[in-house]
């Protein structure tokens, strides 16, 4: 018997392996797929379902006066946004909200009625009122904590801390110039997530801690700084100035005590200033022309280069000529035979002219230099700049920059350059390097910055130059004397350049001075700009050092001459 | 020589059974130890992950009470700032002295350090130094007890 063979199932057979062969296929292209060719991209998607790097965030560093008190801190606030299309009673949670945030019932209403998904209601809600909100569990509004930097003092001293902005990026001054110690360094968390989204204790992980923002110690005193604003501010309204800046320092360190400029701004609302010039620290990153302040440098060189003594006879006959150019006293007046210590007294352009030319333009240059002027002083604020000077061999120098530069005239300082360069003289000739911050504190260790001096002048010029500049006070600059005390002093009336020439209208009255003029403990500069009650620094910036100057024997406890020198006395 | 077949049948019954009981004597203990093992390991783990959940909750509370001490110190600067204290003590009728009577204690002891650090000065080497915070407290402390021992020989 033989059987005969049903095609058709044969063809259904082959026609069904061939299908299940095909699918088998696929099955092993995918799975190719999965494994090898796209492994990393799905093992990557399965890590990021099941696995998370959380990014730690370290705490930015606190800033604190020379004394501890803070200047600059953080604290949580809240964002608060609503999803209106949530909200089903927009009327309750006005009632509740309006009051809080600080905006009108009505205009919140109007807001939380919208049929939309999100609206931002306020930023920068203190932590005691987000946690009240919270805890009413209003549905359809949400809050968001966020650290920001708070300056609890307000305006002071904003020039010298700067500010920091909503991604904790520091600007201007100390936050700038500091930033990346403070911010710190983040840390990570990798590790495997349970469902509910939180990292599983015993899971795989790997932890990166935060580095945690150093914090600062400023040599910065808060009182002081307070007492030289507050008489700055005063001293603005007095004279009817248009701005000024007064700075205080330590003349044996270079540490700054207070550095006051006016105007000023609240960095806790930085972002509400318009003009964004208000930034700049006038003592550190603007520049103006010094003046008559700037004969203390010129006659310093003198001393030290040997050329002259505060006896050294200068006949002033009211002009010398430099380079084709005229140069005239201020009161246009020549004063005959006078000693050097005259022309600092009278502040005589004609006599620190002749001091000039006579030292010549090079060995001239090379003290300006070495008293810091056309370099940055280095102090630890951003936007520092370094001043103008032009030196012989540079396109824009003129031989007569020699005769205009001896009074201050032509070349452009820092108020911090000047300040510090005086301070040489109040220091036995050495000149220090100002500086802000005194102690960076990282954890348990302490940074301590320390005073870096270098020679100016001898010590023996020094001690001549503070013997005439104690003459300028009790004789000239009367104004700014303090009874009990001998203050070495240096007035500067500054005219302020315009395109084509000088200003007639408008000045810069500035003077610097140092007490006890023996053992100098600060030293003081003010500088006016456009005071419209009177032009002269002798009449309008040395009676600010004056009620400066007496404030500080009190808070430095400095007790007057005649009581230190019996003291001392008494003491040997 | 006495071969197993000489056994008698009773006898070699209860061998085998005396054999299955220890068999089972001994796989109910391997299983009664890996049943223990089982639960330590799961008494363990179970007890880690709630203490690590404590940990993390503990953490998050700890951070939060941070940011609330962070805030309670962040209110104090602010009660205690120079305008708010210059305001309040005008308030109070607080004025500037006029003037001030200096008074010389002979061999009144004065640290030099203390001096300076009144007066904002230092005399130090003009180099960077860095120094434990523990040192500086010690050095503060021995020179605050120095000061007192200072103080009580002065002679009235």
């Excluded at chain 2, 607080?94 to 640290?111: A, D, G, H, L």
């Excluded at chain 2, 020179?143 to 002679?155: E, P």
Aim: glycine share 8%.
């Amino acid at each position: 018997m033989s059987v005969v063979a049903d095609e058709k199932p044969r063809w259904r057979l082959i026609f069904l392996s061939a299908v299940l062969i095909g699918f088998v296929l696929v099955l092993i292209g995918q799975l190719v797929r999965w494994q090898i060719v796209e492994h990393d991209r799905f093992r990557e998607m399965a890590a990021k379902e099941h696995q998370q790097a959380r990014i730690l965030t370290p705490r930015r560093g606190s800033i604190v006066d020379r004394n501890g008190r803070p200047l600059a801190m953080n604290v949580v606030t809240y964002e608060v946004s609503a999803a209106p299309n949530l909200i089903t009673d927009p009327y309750l949670a006005a009632d509740r909200l309006w009051s809080l945030l600080g905006r009108p019932r009505d205009e919140l209403i109007s807001v939380l009625s919208q049929d939309v998904p999100y609206v931002l209601l306020a930023r920068g809600v203190p932590m005691a009122t987000g946690e009240a909100i919270m805890a009413w569990g209003l549905s359809g509004i949400n809050l968001e904590p966020s650290p920001r930097r708070f300056y609890p003092e307000g305006k002071l001293a904003a020039h010298v801390l700067g500010f920091v902005n909503a991604v904790g990026q520091g600007f201007y001054g100390v936050e700038g110039f500091y930033n990346d110690l403070l911010e710190g360094e983040e840390g990570v968390l990798h590790g495997e997530l349970d469902p509910w989204g939180e990292i599983i204790p015993i899971g795989e992980s790997r932890w990166s801690p935060p580095r945690e923002g150093r914090s600062l110690v400023l040599t910065i005193d808060r009182d002081v700084q307070f007492m030289v604003e507050q008489e700055l501010a005063a001293a603005i309204e007095r004279y009817q100035a248009q701005s000024g800046t007064v700075i205080v320092m330590d003349p044996n360190t270079g540490a700054i005590l207070a550095m006051a400029s006016y105007p000023a701004y609240d960095p806790n609302t930085f972002y509400e200033v318009e003009d964004e010039r208000l930034f700049t620290d006038p003592a550190s990153g603007d520049h103006y022309e010094p003046g008559s302040v700037f004969k203390v440098i010129t006659l310093a060189a003198g001393l030290d280069a040997g050329l002259i003594t505060p006896d050294t006879p200068f006949f002033d006959s009211g002009s010398i000529e430099v380079g084709g150019r005229v140069i005239q006293n201020w009161d246009r007046r020549g004063h005959g035979n006078v000693t050097m210590t005259d022309v600092l007294v009278l502040s005589l352009n004609t006599g620190a002219a002749h001091v000039s030319t006579s030292l010549g333009a090079e060995q001239f240059h090379t003290y300006v230099r070495r008293f810091g002027f056309g370099l940055r002083t280095d102090v630890e604020l951003a936007g520092e700049v370094p001043g103008t000077v032009r030196v012989p061999g540079d396109p824009e120098w003129h031989e007569s920059d020699l005769g205009t530069n001896a009074f201050g005239q032509g070349l452009a300082v820092t108020p911090l350059q000047m300040i510090t360069a005086v301070s040489a003289v109040a220091n036995h000739g050495l000149l220090p390097r100002p500086y802000v911050v005194a102690q960076i504190i990282d954890q348990e260790r302490v940074i301590s910055t320390r005073p870096y001096l270098q020679q100016a002048i001898s010590p023996e010029a020094a001690q001549q130059m503070t013997e005439m500049m104690v003459a300028v006070v009790e004789r000239g600059a009367r104004l700014a004397a303090v009874p009990g005390y001998r203050i070495a002093g240096k007035t500067g009336t500054a005219q302020m350049p315009i395109p084509g020439g000088y200003d007639p209208n408008s000045t810069i009255a500035s003077f610097v001075g140092f007490a006890p003029a023996d053992d100098p403990q600060f030293i003081v500069l003010v500088k006016i700009v456009k005071p419209q009650t009177s032009p002269w620094g002798s009449e309008v910036a040395a009676p600010v050092f004056k009620r400066i100057a007496e404030q500080l024997f009190l808070m430095m406890n400095i007790p007057p001459d005649n009581v230190r020198q019996q003291a001392m006395a008494v003491d040997r | 020589m006495v071969s197993s077949r000489d056994f008698p049948e009773h006898c070699q019954k209860t061998s085998e059974r005396r054999f299955e009981a220890r068999t089972v004597a001994i796989v109910a203990l391997v299983l009664a130890l890996l049943s223990l093992v089982g639960w330590l390991y799961l008494t363990q783990t179970s007890h880690l992950a709630v203490t690590g959940y404590r940990i993390m909750e503990l953490e998050q509370r700890k951070a939060l009470l941070e940011e609330e001490n962070a805030q309670l110190e962040a209110e104090i600067a602010e009660l205690e700032s120079a305008a708010r204290l210059m305001a309040r003590a005008q308030a109070l009728g607080f004025q500037r002295p006029e003037k001030v009577t200096y008074v010389i204690v002979p061999n009144y002891p004065v640290q030099e350090e203390s001096r300076d650090e009144v007066s904002g000065v230092q005399r130090t080497a003009p180099t960077d130094s860095a120094e434990g915070l523990t040192s500086i407290l010690a050095r503060w402390w021995a020179g605050l007890v120095a000061q007192f021992d200072a103080w009580l020989q002065v002679q009235p």
